[in-house]
């Protein structure tokens, strides 16, 4: 079978480069390797961009993918020392379910969906790939004119397209980590996204709550495992924010890659473009939904406007999206209004000697 498209990935990123792919006429497959829905672990929090984003493509958003209890602010940073510093989101945003947000995406995006197929392999020439698929025993390749690699953290596209690349600066930021979901409780307002800023931890851990359900986000680094990471969370927040919780755990382990903190993001090559997190398009909170809305926004821009000429659409992706890199990197440089998704305001010019400490030390944790 012959696509114009091969989408690897239904994150946001690969279902926004399908959905405007397939309103131009392209024939589009759009490649899951988990049945949707499928878990995702990630906090749900939509600022008002990324909703225009989705809305602006998709149409509403439905009911049923809505957290209806909580709307989306921002952050709340937690420090050791007691300071507590909002940095909010442009306006009011909204949380998401994010397995039902996807396959809602997903459902709508027009192209052909074959979830439940991992991609284990692709070759890619000029204007042609031919993909492997496999689900379970079954294999089947399929062939495309061009590659959307849309795959996230732990980005198989990126590997196989920039090799070099993915060795020299992915391989070794890619983050690993832990979310801890359990029933509890604690004094905390579910519209912020917790931040906490602990003394023996030496990144910075994120905890939000939905209903009566807490997740605690810890990353495994500089030779401190998860379990060491998570109880110093809990005693903090138990501190902090009267955090109890009880009953059995679910644990999800994630990924994040931090190769975008020192501006080492990658687009792709020739006839294969990166969106998303596989581009490590996320910014210095975690956010990264409206990131790889906008980059697969801007794929498919690029693919539309090179076919038909002799020329692959790489170079239009990356002209394309130059301005959105260059003001990622300077807002992480100033540090000073609006840095990622946040306004940082509240820490931007400091006056006592705590705050400056905190900023220091926030800087330092977040690698910018
Ligand atoms: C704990 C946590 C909380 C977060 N909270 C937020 C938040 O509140 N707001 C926010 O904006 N961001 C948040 N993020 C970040 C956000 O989840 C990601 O940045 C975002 O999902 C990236 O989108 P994407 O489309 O690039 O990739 P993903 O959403 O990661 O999608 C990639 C998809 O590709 C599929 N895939 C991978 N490999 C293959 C393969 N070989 N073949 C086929 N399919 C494949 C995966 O199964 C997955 O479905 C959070 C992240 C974490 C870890």
């Given amino acids: ?32 390797r988990e049945a949707l829905p499928r878990e995702k672990a990630c906090a749900g929090f939509l600022s008002p961009e990324a909703l225009r984003l989705i809305e602006g493509a998709f149409g509403g958003l439905p009911p049923q993918c809505r957290n209806e209890e909580a709307g ?23 949380s998401v379910e994010r397995s039902l947000l996807d396959a809602f995406l997903a459902g709508n995006c027009g192209a052909e969906l074959a979830d439940g197929y991992e991609v284990v392999d692709f070759d890619l020439r000029r ?82 709550a939905r209903g009566d359900r807490i997740s605690l986000a810890v990353s495994i680094r500089e030779g401190r495992g998860w379990r060491e990471e998570l109880d ?37 090559a020739g006839c294969a473009l990166l969106v998303g997190e596989a581009a490590g398009l996320v910014d210095p909170w975690g956010f990264g939904i409206r990131l790889a809305l906008e980059s697969g926004r801007v794929a498919a821009a690029a693919v539309a406007d090179s076919a038909g000429e002799n020329i692959t659409p790489h170079l239009r992706y990356r002209y394309l999206m130059q301005p959105l890199l260059e003001e990622e990197i ?39």
């Fill in 1 to 32: 079978m012959h696509y114009d498209v091969i989408v690897i990935g239904a994150g946001p990123g690969g279902c926004m480069a399908a959905r405007e792919l397939s309103a131009r006429g392209f024939r589009v497959l759009l490649v899951e």
């Fill in 72 to 94: 989306a602010l921002g952050v709340r940073l937690l420090c050791e020392r007691g300071g507590v510093y909002d940095f909010p989101f442009s306006g009011e945003g909204v």
């Fill in 127 to 208: 204007f042609h790939v031919k993909a492997l698929l496999r689900k379970g025993e079954e294999e089947e390749s399929v062939e495309a004119t061009y590659l959307v690699g849309a795959d996230g953290a732990g980005s198989l596209s990126l590997r196989l397209v920039r090799p070099e690349f993915h060795r020299l600066y992915a391989a070794p930021r890619l983050e690993k980590g832990m979310l801890v979901v359990s029933e509890g409780r604690a004094d905390w307002d579910a519209r912020w996204m917790g931040l906490a800023m602990t003394g023996e931890g030496t990144g910075l851990a994120r905890f939000f």
């Fill in 232 to 268: 110093s969370l809990q005693a903090f927040l138990s501190r902090r924010v009267g955090l109890v919780l009880r009953g059995e755990a679910v644990r999800n382990p994630t990924a994040r890659n931090r190769m975008g903190a020192a501006g080492d993001y990658n687009l792709g």
């Fill in 330 to 368: 300077a807002q992480r440089r100033r540090f000073a209004g609006r840095v990622g998704e946040v306004d940082v305001s509240a820490l931007a010019s400091p006056r006592g000697r705590r705050e400056r400490g905190d900023r220091r030390a926030l800087r330092r944790r977040l690698h910018v």
